[in-house]
Nanobody, 123 residues
């Protein structure tokens, strides 16, 4: 079992930045790929970004490309989502996920999910 805990969400003005963190615990000896998703009220969960276990491969959704980056620190069992130039439409609950590969994460086939952290962007 792997437990994922997100942090770093909050209220920010449009144009601002936030960095989300996702700390993993439990069976962290397994080489999991990691990802971020978000879900706005009344909308389906949306894939945002994924990173391979090594960190060499990353994939960012077109909707946030150029504004969001994903990174990880395996020594800290933590994955990050750096968000810049935030827009009101970025308002959502952001979820961290762990999966066997970045491909499985992009296909919404993650093995583990966090509880989410709220990001609210005011105009």
């Amino acid at each position: 079992q792997v437990q994922l805990v997100e942090s770093g969400g909050g209220l920010v003005q449009a144009g601002g930045s936030l960095r989300l963190s996702c700390a993993a615990s439990g069976r962290t000896d397994t080489s999991y790929a990691m990802g971020w998703f978000r879900q706005a009220p009344g909308k389906e969960r949306e894939f945002i970004a994924t990173i391979s276990w090594s960190g060499f491969y990353t994939y960012i959704a077109d909707s946030v490309k150029g504004r969001f980056t994903i990174s990880r620190d395996n020594a800290k069992n933590t994955v990050y989502l750096q968000m810049h130039s935030l827009k009101p439409e970025d308002t959502a609950v952001y979820y961290c996920a762990a999966g066997r590969s970045s491909t499985s994460i992009r296909r919404f086939q993650s093995d583990y999910w966090g509880q989410g952290t709220q990001v609210t962007v005011s105009s």
